[in-house]
């Protein structure tokens, strides 16, 4: 056995979309000078130099304000990226990633067989749960064997369908069995979505109420759905010195304006994500500091293939063929972000098509595929969108008036976030605006997303194809070869899959000046911050 101490890119060049956003329409402005990412574009920044001298403070509570509350904690079964955002702070998992590392988290090392089947993890002996139990191999068994357990309905399953078996050797030695050699296995295993839970928390009355299960720097004190969930520091965290705050206190306002108000005024120290028209204001705001400029949400108009007439790939084809998706990220983004031409991923991302598949709108031919699929006058449809997301309710608009063109009469349906989850899940729509983050490892988001069985593929799109491209560069080692097969998956995708591609945005987050230890991983990762301290 060689030891595994991984210091590897994730996703073999992911980290390369650090320079990518603002990639479409007028970039955001920048005061002169400001680089401060060894190199990086000035429209790119994720950390500040320029930290206060001596060691960072203890105590102190940083308040966050995001757009929506998490309708499901539960890290094994969360879609939402703000859940992300909250249990990344709750939660850890055998190995955690940082720009592009793998590192131990709750195994303080492993080992890999040659052959590439076989993952031996020892635990850290200091790593509690915060119910005051230890971290154990069982812990660790019981968590993976519950994602993988259908009634979980866990959405990322089948990314773990190629683990064969999972065995406790000792309280603290955990040994992973696969089927087949995994390239991604790692990275999977560093997601929040592969955490390790309090099996008695979980068993006991379940991870989405007002207790936690996790271990990590901070644990749950309450919850007020829709309106705040303050986290206290974790006293017994395995990595000595941290966190640094004595908690974190997250409020959630869907309301573009007043989010933008509270970090102008200091009623909020950390403004994650305002909306896009907000962003230059705030950047040249010089109370305040920003981070950011690349992007991980990919966004997508959803087409519920398990229906008429979005069954016929000629249909699909049509309304890729009218959308013209850069008007898409002016109008909804303020062009912070880039145009996606192509599939899922953006053209710098490890396995992407480089070059794209659609360019400006081609009418003509997009009537003449409707015409030849038995809807030359067009037809009604329903598109589906969160009343309370701006950028999607204008992405819908934008998208409404281009179908539009093609003969598609769009009725705009907005409701409420919690409505949005039901309906797609039991596939009753016709059309959704949505988006996905992007993940460590391609892998991730095309099980989940695109193959038949995937939590997150609404409307049950199916492509055998596809499929076997997806599952074979999970197991190709070569890197260039897999790269090969997901561009092959990214070219099907765009062609005849299930969702149209519309852009990639450019995130920023926006602090107080003393506001201190924010390092930026647009992988995404949001385990950073627990080295975030105040200079107060």
């Given at each position: 056995?060689?030891?595994?101490?991984?210091t590897t890119l994730l996703a073999l060049g992911v980290v390369s979309t650090l320079a990518a956003g603002c990639g479409g329409g007028e970039p955001p402005s920048n005061d002169a000078g400001e680089n401060t990412n060894n190199g990086l574009?000035?429209?790119?920044?994720?950390?500040?130099?320029?930290?206060?001298?001596?060691?960072?403070?203890?105590?102190?509570?940083?308040?966050?304000?995001?757009?929506?509350?998490?309708?499901?904690?539960?890290?094994?079964?969360?879609?939402?990226?703000?859940?992300?955002?909250?249990?990344?702070?709750?939660?850890?998992?055998?190995?955690?990633?940082?720009?592009?590392?793998?590192?131990?988290?709750?195994?303080?090392?492993?080992?890999?067989?040659?052959?590439?089947?076989?993952?031996?993890?020892?635990?850290?002996?200091?790593?509690?749960?915060?119910?005051?139990?230890?971290?154990?191999?069982?812990?660790?068994?019981?968590?993976?064997?519950?994602?993988?357990?259908?009634?979980?309905?866990?959405?990322?399953?089948?990314?773990?369908?190629?683990?064969?078996?999972?065995?406790?050797?000792?309280?603290?030695?955990?040994?992973?069995?696969?089927?087949?050699?995994?390239?991604?296995?790692?990275?999977?295993?560093?997601?929040?979505?592969?955490?390790?839970?309090?099996?008695?928390?979980?068993?006991?009355?379940?991870?989405?109420?007002?207790?936690?299960?996790?271990?990590?720097?901070?644990?749950?004190?309450?919850?007020?759905?829709?309106?705040?969930?303050?986290?206290?520091?974790?006293?017994?965290?395995?990595?000595?010195?941290?966190?640094?705050?004595?908690?974190?206190?997250?409020?959630?306002?869907?309301?573009?304006?007043?989010?933008?108000?509270?970090?102008?005024?200091?009623?909020?120290?950390?403004?994650?994500?305002?909306?896009?028209?907000?962003?230059?204001?705030?950047?040249?705001?010089?109370?305040?500091?920003?981070?950011?400029?690349?992007?991980?949400?990919?966004?997508?108009?959803?087409?519920?293939?398990?229906?008429?007439?979005?069954?016929?790939?000629?249909?699909?084809?049509?309304?890729?063929?009218?959308?013209?998706?850069?008007?898409?990220?002016?109008?909804?983004?303020?062009?912070?972000?880039?145009?996606?031409?192509?599939?899922?991923?953006?053209?710098?991302?490890?396995?992407?098509?480089?070059?794209?598949?659609?360019?400006?709108?081609?009418?003509?031919?997009?009537?003449?595929?409707?015409?030849?699929?038995?809807?030359?006058?067009?037809?009604?449809?329903?598109?589906?969108?969160?009343?309370?997301?701006?950028?999607?309710?204008?992405?819908?608009?934008?998208?409404?008036?281009?179908?539009?063109?093609?003969?598609?009469?769009?009725?705009?349906?907005?409701?409420?976030?919690?409505?949005?989850?039901?309906?797609?899940?039991?596939?009753?729509?016709?059309?959704?605006?949505?988006?996905?983050?992007?993940?460590?490892?391609?892998?991730?988001?095309?099980?989940?997303?695109?193959?038949?069985?995937?939590?997150?593929?609404?409307?049950?799109?199916?492509?055998?194809?596809?499929?076997?491209?997806?599952?074979?560069?999970?197991?190709?080692?070569?890197?260039?070869?897999?790269?090969?097969?997901?561009?092959?998956?990214?070219?099907?995708?765009?062609?005849?899959?299930?969702?149209?591609?519309?852009?990639?945005?450019?995130?920023?987050?926006?602090?107080?000046?003393?506001?201190?230890?924010?390092?930026?991983?647009?992988?995404?990762?949001?385990?950073?911050?627990?080295?975030?301290?105040?200079?107060?």
């Amino acid at each position: 056995m060689r030891t595994r101490f991984l210091t590897t890119l994730l996703a073999l060049g992911v980290v390369s979309t650090l320079a990518a956003g603002c990639g479409g329409g007028e970039p955001p402005s920048n005061d002169a000078g400001e680089n401060t990412n060894n190199g990086l574009s000035s429209n790119v920044r994720l950390e500040d130099e320029a930290q206060p001298a001596g060691s960072p403070k203890s105590g102190g509570r940083l308040r966050i304000m995001i757009r929506l509350d998490a309708n499901e904690l539960d890290p094994h079964k969360m879609s939402e990226t703000s859940a992300f955002v909250i249990n990344e702070q709750i939660y850890e998992s055998l190995v955690q990633s940082y720009r592009g590392e793998i590192k131990p988290a709750i195994a303080e090392s492993w080992q890999q067989s040659a052959e590439g089947l076989k993952l031996t993890f020892t635990l850290r002996d200091n790593a509690y749960f915060h119910s005051g139990r230890k971290v154990t191999a069982a812990d660790v068994k019981y968590s993976i064997e519950r994602i993988k357990n259908p009634e979980t309905r866990a959405p990322r399953a089948r990314s773990y369908e190629g683990i064969a078996t999972v065995e406790a050797r000792d309280e603290r030695t955990v040994e992973i069995t696969l089927a087949k050699p995994n390239a991604a296995i790692l990275t999977l295993l560093s997601t929040a979505a592969s955490s390790i839970v309090d099996r008695t928390v979980a068993e006991a009355g379940g991870l989405n109420g007002t207790v936690d299960g996790g271990s990590g720097p901070f644990k749950l004190a309450s919850r007020v759905a829709g309106q705040a969930i303050k986290l206290d520091k974790h006293d017994k965290y395995w990595e000595q010195g941290v966190p640094y705050l004595d908690g974190v206190d997250f409020t959630f306002n869907p309301d573009d304006n007043a989010r933008a108000a509270a970090i102008r005024s200091g009623t909020v120290d950390f403004l994650w994500r305002p909306a896009p028209e907000f962003i230059d204001a705030l950047k040249r705001d010089e109370k305040l500091k920003w981070y950011g400029g690349s992007g991980s949400l990919s966004l997508h108009l959803r087409l519920n293939t398990s229906k008429a007439p979005y069954d016929n790939p000629k249909v699909r084809q049509a309304i890729f063929l009218a959308l013209d998706r850069q008007e898409i990220l002016n109008v909804a983004n303020s062009g912070f972000g880039t145009a996606l031409n192509a599939g899922y991923l953006p053209p710098d991302r490890f396995g992407a098509l480089t070059e794209p598949v659609y360019g400006k709108p081609d009418i003509e031919k997009a009537k003449a595929l409707l015409a030849e699929a038995g809807l030359p006058n067009g037809f009604e449809a329903k598109l589906m969108v969160i009343a309370t997301s701006a950028f999607q309710v204008r992405s819908a608009e934008v998208e409404q008036q281009q179908l539009a063109k093609i003969g598609i009469k769009v009725t705009i349906e907005s409701v409420e976030s919690t409505i949005a989850d039901t309906k797609t899940k039991s596939a009753d729509f016709d059309m959704y605006q949505s988006g996905f983050g992007l993940t460590y490892d391609p892998d991730e988001r095309f099980t989940a997303s695109f193959l038949k069985g995937g939590g997150l593929n609404y409307g049950g799109w199916s492509d055998p194809e596809y499929e076997n491209l997806v599952v074979q560069a999970r197991s190709e080692m070569d890197k260039g070869k897999r790269a090969a097969l997901y561009q092959q998956a990214e070219k099907i995708l765009a062609e005849r899959g299930p969702v149209a591609m519309t852009f990639l945005n450019a995130d920023f987050d926006v602090l107080q000046k003393d506001v201190m230890g924010y390092r930026g991983d647009p992988t995404p990762t949001y385990r950073f911050y627990k080295n975030i301290w105040l200079d107060r």
